[in-house]
């Protein structure tokens, strides 16, 4: 084994968290290594949906003028019945105005300009971390080519199914989330949908989502929890008799199966997310069903915090309760307005339809207000 590196701090995971953190660090003078085990994101040419504190924080990233120039701006979003029927709308400009206005973005784009400037002195790529061990002195780290790293700090931002939350924490598992049973994500032309837009069903849902003019994200969600991933023969069933647009797009990438990326929905719910020189970001601590897309958000605020934590104190092994303490509140309002809706998308179809016009505008107020810079 080779002899261990010289301590700095280490950043497990190259993705939206990882990036964030490396690239917040940096803005407080601080060096790390990011280590990841994955040279392209497995998702990576899918994209994502940006609320108004997802862009503030990439602003406060210095990205502003990045985001503006490659995210599509997201104006409303619309909930629709099965047969349609507008069941609430929400103007986004109205309630985040132009500087925090919401933004579609393509993954590969948004973690091209977190990385922006990550030479190969501050990474490990194509690398996964195989043991984690720590003591008095220093997280010690072991790659799967049997480098050794030592580090001051140990960042597990490598999403949820964290190798570090597993080699650390007394409780590591993930949950299925209760929004649905099973998920798939795709890109397709788009077929005429001019903002965010959800068509909620008997069986199941689905999302699109403008990236450019020509693009949209998809997204759809079904609750039976026997269906199998590639069953997309069932998947194309349950969404027969939703509105042309919405088929349109799904039929498009059932035709391109290659498109489709297969996504469980899980949940990481856990009491505490440090341990000694370990601290845990972004997914990896608290990832959520995606009901308010906040997932990005809150990694880039977490990689912010955290950030600021270790450029204000010497005492490292006090940085993740200090860390913990600074964004467990607001983690945990996003966890509990996320629980609220997910149990409403899994009522009866005939109760969603009567009680989405009111509980949507008024959740969706009451979520976002407290995330508002």
Excluded: C
């Amino acid at each position: 084994m080779a002899s261990e590196d010289s301590q700095r701090i280490v950043i497990a995971g190259g993705g939206i968290a990882g990036l964030a953190t490396w690239r917040a660090l940096k803005q407080q003078g601080i060096d790390s290594l990011v280590v990841e085990r994955r040279p392209v994101a497995a998702d990576g040419g899918l994209a994502i949906n940006l609320p108004g504190n997802a862009i503030a924080a990439l602003a406060q990233l210095g990205l502003a003028g990045e985001i503006e120039r490659l995210g599509h701006p997201v104006r409303k979003r619309e909930y629709r019945a099965q047969d349609d029927r507008l069941l609430a709308t929400i103007d986004e400009d109205a309630f985040w105005g132009e500087a925090m206005r919401p933004r579609a973005v393509r993954r590969s784009d948004l973690m091209a300009m977190l990385g922006a400037g990550l030479d190969a002195s501050a990474h490990r790529a194509d690398r996964s971390i195989a043991a984690v061990h720590q003591d008095a002195a220093a997280a010690h780290i072991r790659l799967d080519n049997g480098e050794a790293l030592s580090a001051t700090l140990l960042v597990g931002a490598d999403g949820v199914r964290s190798t570090v939350r597993q080699a650390v924490m007394a409780t590591s598992q993930t949950s299925a989330a209760r929004l649905a049973s099973a998920s798939w994500r795709f890109m397709a032309p788009n077929p005429g949908v001019d903002g965010w837009t959800l068509w909620t069903g008997k069986r199941g849902m689905i999302l699109l989502l403008p990236v450019d003019d020509a693009t949209v994200y998809g997204w759809v969600a079904l609750d039976s929890p026997d269906v199998a991933f590639d069953d997309l023969k069932h998947l194309d069933q349950v969404f027969r008799d939703f509105p042309e647009r919405a088929r349109k797009a799904l039929s498009w990438a059932l035709a391109h199966p290659e498109s489709l990326y297969h996504s469980p929905i899980e949940e990481v719910r856990l009491a505490q997310w440090s341990e000694g020189r370990v601290v845990l970001v972004g997914d990896a601590a608290h990832a959520t069903a995606p009901v308010w897309a906040e997932g990005a958000a809150l990694a880039m605020e977490d990689a912010l915090v955290l950030a600021s934590i270790v450029a204000g104190t010497d005492e490292v092994t006090t940085i993740g309760r200090r860390f913990e303490q600074a964004r467990q509140v607001r983690v945990a309002h996003v966890q509990a307005a996320t629980d609220r809706l997910s149990k409403a998308a899994r009522l009866p179809y005939g109760l969603r339809r009567l009680i989405m016009p009111f509980i949507v505008p008024r959740s969706y107020r009451a979520t976002y207000s407290a995330l508002k810079p």
